[in-house]
Structures are given as structure tokens and as C-alpha cells.
């Protein structure tokens, strides 16, 4: 069963910087996250989840929603289970819980849809000064 974890999140002034990892574990044989596409999405309370970024597992191509482009970006790390998400310039409204979630049936467009099928815990951030 894949298995995804969240960590990096927390509390950060507004301009700040945080930097988010995504864990993945449970592949079968050979198989790491770098073969899956993989997506961040955020959520507010009483809002719908949102789709911030994501990375192709074929090219890893990256796409961003509107709101953080140019100032989030979605790569891949040197350990082939870990996928990151850098958030610069935060601002109040990036403030929620990020997910990390993959599939590798799911296909990262921009889009952002939120059909995937594995998903991790979530990681609280919060922008404020």
C-alpha cells in the first residue's frame, strides 16, 4: 500500500520562505515515487481542497496554479522517494493544511485536479505576522 508523509509545515511571517517534503514508502520491488506523478493541494476549512502544483512522472514537467506561480515550485529530490514543494514569499492567503497525494493512473495537468488516489496526512502552514 503506498504510503505518503507530509513534512516542512509551520507557522511563517508573511515574505517568509518554507520548504515541504513529500515521503513516499509501501512500492512494490524496484518502484519509487519518481516513477508516479505527484501533486500538492491545500485546504482551508470550509473550503474546497486546491490544487498548488505538480510534477509529471514522464518528463517531470511542472504545473502551478495561477495563484502560486512564480513563487512555489515542485521538484523532485536526489532521494528517489521525496518529492518537494519550495514556497517563497508566502503570503496570508496561502495559509492551510498541504497534501501530498500520487497515482500513477492520475495524470498532472493544469488542471490540478484532485482524483488521485493516495494521499498523505497533511501539513499545517501558516503565514501570519
Known amino acids: 500500500q503506498v504510503q505518503l508523509v507530509e513534512s516542512g509545515g509551520g507557522l511563517v511571517q508573511p515574505g517568509g520562505s518554507l520548504t515541504l517534503s513529500c515521503e513516499g514508502s509501501g512500492f512494490t520491488s524496484d518502484i519509487t515515487l519518481q516513477y508516479f506523478p505527484v501533486g500538492w493541494f491545500r485546504q482551508v476549512p470550509g473550503q474546497r481542497r486546491e490544487g498548488v502544483a505538480c510534477?509529471?512522472?514522464?518528463?517531470?514537467?511542472?504545473y502551478y496554479a495561477d495563484s502560486v506561480k512564480g513563487r512555489f515550485s515542485v521538484s523532485r529530490g536526489s532521494a528517489k522517494n521525496t518529492v518537494y514543494l519550495q514556497m517563497d514569499n508566502l503570503k496570508p492567503e496561502d495559509t492551510g493544511v498541504y497534501y501530498c497525494a500520487t497515482d500513477f493512473h492520475w495524470i498532472c495537468t493544469r488542471r490540478l485536479n484532485a482524483n488521485v488516489d493516495y494521499w498523505g496526512q497533511g501539513t499545517q502552514v501558516t503565514v501570519s505576522s
Open positions: 510534477i509529471n512522472n514522464a518528463d517531470d514537467n511542472t
